[in-house]
């Protein structure tokens, strides 16, 4: 864990911002969407191209400044001497090559016909590999309707107001050829029984149906994938539901609507 004095001062430069999201407070899609952040828990394996001298430098630098966080990995990035920072309790940040320097925000590379945004690619890459890693079997899958043209990985709560929006389209954006993957991620103790309640159920597409309709679900204990899939969220930096990623591990923001999303998927404007 951080020491708290220094948790302060880093959170306060590197924050995340989710749009049309809910968080802890369970907003209505007719409010104001508002963001918490969390710690994640779940350590992630470093990428193949991991430069674990560099990795342990800047670990024993954090530690001598009072900043006890563990350093899950640094890549490399296209722009030299810069390096991509996992750390647990931080959000995805910079170093160079001396491990003396924290650097927060974006790299993008201009000179093309079109800005390169490195740090957005790196961070995609790693979400693909995760999201990838779950199997099937651990999500409830609403499929799409005639021609698949892509699919979108939506974390999601039972009484998330945002959520619920996003469901009562869920038709339409079959119907478009989308189809939706959905992950458990209750946003705080009170609605972890009720997302265990759905995936233990025989028939988990009604049992979130009804869920997100206000109804109550009653469903035997199970060992059910929830507890496990929050903390790969919270891996993957997500503060609030829904949160949704395209295969290709873009996260493409909180609710939008249907043809939003397709636009997403497909790459089309």
């Not at 995340?16 to 952040?37: F, H, R, V």
């Not at 563990?70 to 490399?76: A, E, F, H, R």
């Not at 109550?216 to 899939?229: E, F, G, L, Y």
Request: net charge negative; proline share 7%; glycine share 6%.
């Amino acid at each position: 864990m951080l020491n708290l004095p220094k948790t302060a001062m880093i959170t306060s430069l590197l924050s995340i911002i989710m749009l049309s999201a809910c968080d802890n407070s369970n907003a209505k899609p007719s409010e104001k969407p508002s963001t918490t952040e969390t710690t994640p828990k779940t350590t992630m394996p470093p990428p193949a191209n991991n430069d674990a001298k560099l990795q342990q430098t800047l670990a024993d630098n954090l530690a001598k400044s009072g900043i006890h966080a563990k350093v899950l990995s640094v890549t490399p990035t296209a722009m030299p001497n810069m390096f991509w920072v996992k750390a647990e309790g931080l959000p995805a940040i910079f170093t160079d090559s001396t491990g003396q320097y924290i650097i927060q925000g974006e790299i993008v590379k201009v000179g093309n016909t079109q800005p390169e945004h490195i740090s957005a690619s790196l961070q995609a890459q790693e979400n693909q590999a995760t999201l990838a890693s779950i199997d099937k079997k651990d999500m409830i899958i609403f499929p799409a309707q005639g021609e698949t043209k892509g699919a979108i990985y939506v974390f999601t709560d039972a009484d998330c107001g945002y959520c619920r929006k996003l469901h009562s389209e869920i038709d339409k954006i079959n119907g478009l050829g989308i189809e939706v993957r959905y992950l458990p991620w209750p946003r705080s103790e009170h609605t972890f029984p009720i997302m265990e309640s759905i995936w233990c159920n025989s028939d988990r597409q009604k049992a979130i149906t009804d869920a997100k309709n206000g109804a109550t679900i009653n469903s035997p204990a199970c060992d059910s994938p929830v507890r496990r899939i929050h903390d790969l969220g919270l891996s993957l930096g997500i503060n609030g539901t829904p949160s949704i990623f395209t295969e290709s591990g873009q996260q493409i923001g909180g609710y939008l609507p249907p043809e939003r999303l397709l636009q997403a998927v497909t790459g089309s404007h």
